[in-house]
């Protein structure tokens, strides 16, 4: 499983750094990935890496605020969201990916940027 | 960007009933497309992975197929426990993953 952290109140232009935990396999050996959803809207992929931590992408409308890594030895992924518009405030989903589609998702964790 | 159209939006049904759900691709995107249920206040589960494939213990009332650019996703009876919203989902090496808005399954 995955278990989200780290979300909560941010004014516009703040930052906040969003954890994921997992447990029952090695982040080392998976790609994993951040997805969003706005209350109440649909599903939103926000960046992916890869296994080995070499590849790195994310979605155009968070390129170049969002920042994804990796730590293997804590088992877990980070994302640090900068730059925070009202336009992200969302649940924050952590994904394990398997060919392509996320199988393992966390609970989420809500990030909300207000003035 | 890869355009994802899921219809209907809002479909109504019974318990027993055979339902189909309709995703079409703006390209080709192979056989890279995911159908996952979503329940209120609950995270995504995954049902179906590359098109046409039974994601870890989904019901085989549960079935996906298609290529190219149109996917279905098939309930074959209608169970209580199905009614949520299902999103499809697509890869492709460009700009990497991407989700139809969602089909309301309602009673």
């Known amino acids: 499983q995955v278990v989200e952290s780290g979300g909560g109140l941010v004014q516009t232009g703040g930052s906040l750094r969003l954890s994921c935990a997992a447990s029952?396999?090695?982040?080392?050996?998976?790609?994993m990935n951040w997805l969003r959803q706005a209350p109440g809207k649909g599903l939103e992929w926000v960046s992916h890496?890869?296994?080995?931590?070499?590849?790195?992408y994310y979605a155009s409308s968070v390129k170049g605020r969002f920042l994804i890594s990796k730590d293997n030895a804590e088992n877990a992924v980070h994302l640090l969201i900068d730059s925070l518009r009202a336009e992200d405030t969302a649940i924050y989903y952590c994904?394990?990916?398997?060919?392509?589609?996320?199988?393992?998702w966390g609970q989420g964790t809500m990030v909300t940027v207000g003035s | 960007d890869i355009q994802m159209t899921q219809s209907p939006s809002t479909l109504a049904a019974s318990v027993g009933d055979r339902v189909s759900i309709t995703c079409r691709a703006s390209?080709?995107?192979?056989?890279?497309l995911a159908w996952y249920q979503q329940k209120p206040g609950k995270a995504p589960k995954l049902l179906m992975y590359?098109?046409?494939t039974l994601g870890s213990g989904v019901p085989s009332r549960f079935s996906g197929s298609g290529s190219g650019t149109e996917f279905t996703l098939t309930i074959s009876s209608l169970q209580p426990d199905d009614f949520a919203t299902y999103y499809c989902?697509?890869?492709?090496?460009?700009?990497?993953?991407?989700f139809g808005q969602g089909t309301k399954l309602e009673i």
């Open positions: 590359k098109a046409s």
């Open positions: 989902q697509q890869f492709n090496s460009y700009s990497r993953y991407g």
């Open positions: 994904a394990r990916e398997l060919h392509n589609a996320f199988d393992v």
């Open positions: 890496i890869s296994y080995s931590g070499r590849a790195i």
């Open positions: 029952g396999f090695s982040v080392s050996s998976f790609e």
């Open positions: 390209q080709s995107i192979g056989t890279w």
